[in-house]
T-cell receptor, first 113, second 111 residues
Framework: NAGVTQTPKFQVLKTGQSMTLQCAQD?????MSWYRQDPGMGLRLIHY???????DQGEVPNGYNVSRSTTEDFPLRLLSAAPSQTSVYFC????????????FGQGTRLTVV | EDQVTQSPEALRLQEGESSSLNCSYT??????LFWYRQDPGKGPEFLFT???AGEEKEKERLKATLTKKESFLHITAPKPEDSATYLC????????????FGRGTSLIVHP
């Protein structure tokens, strides 16, 4: 099993550009989520999904969209990039509601200039 | 509002010098407390889940314990390869899936 795979690993965007961060898992986990990690702060949840076709907002959802058309894939879209979105982004999956331990991807380091 | 506070922020140990990391939490009802290890430039790696006060989990040199207000990650006779940032997170009971993470403890073990 590859686990959770994120692409790209690094990205530089100009302010106002849009892009999609890809995330895929091959563990048949129900839950998938996106976090951002900033210096001096804990991981913060952006959006999450409890199953295909179901998404919900996390702690910091503004400026981001998600969709979950399949169990395996959970892309994160930045609609109009802003410097405040410069961060490291992690995708994670969890088996189920009763098994919430998260398995994380390797991260995407995004810089918005 | 759920809160997680980890201490110390940073810890330097000599190889073989045992110590403990603390995770204090405030949550309306605890569904689970999670420990992760994060190496530089990598995603967090799951270590333990604790569900109720009095529970303990062990893995190699690590042992996690839980009370109603805090969790400890005990590191016995650490080695340089144990150097990493250790993260604590809580999930509250109820319908929300949103976890609360602490800021982490950066551990450096010197040979």
């Amino acid at each position: 099993n590859a686990g959770v795979t994120q692409t790209p690993k690094f990205q530089v965007l100009k302010t106002g550009q849009s892009m999609t961060l890809q995330c895929a898992q091959d563990m048949n986990h129900e839950y998938m989520s996106w976090y951002r990690q900033d210096p001096g702060m804990g991981l913060r949840l952006i959006h999450y999904s409890v199953g295909a076709g179901i998404t919900d907002q996390g702690e910091v959802p503004n400026g981001y969209n998600v969709s979950r058309s399949t169990t395996e894939d959970f892309p994160l879209r930045l609609l109009s990039a802003a410097p405040s979105q410069t961060s490291v982004y992690f995708c994670a999956s969890s088996r189920s509601r009763d098994r919430l331990e998260a398995f994380f991807g390797q991260g995407t380091r995004l810089t918005v200039v | 509002e759920d809160q997680v506070t980890q201490s110390p922020e940073a810890l330097r140990l000599q190889e073989g010098e045992s110590s403990s990391l603390n995770c204090s939490y405030t949550v309306s009802g605890l569904r689970g407390l999670f420990w992760y290890r994060q190496d530089p430039g990598k995603g967090p790696e799951f270590l333990f889940t604790l569900y109720s006060a009095g529970e303990e989990k062990e893995k190699e040199r690590l042992k996690a314990t839980l009370t109603k207000k805090e969790s400890f990650l005990h590191i016995t006779a650490p080695k340089p390869e144990d150097s990493a940032t250790y993260l604590c997170a809580v999930h509250a009971s109820g319908g929300s899936y949103i976890p609360t993470f602490g800021r982490g403890t950066s551990l450096i073990v010197h040979p």
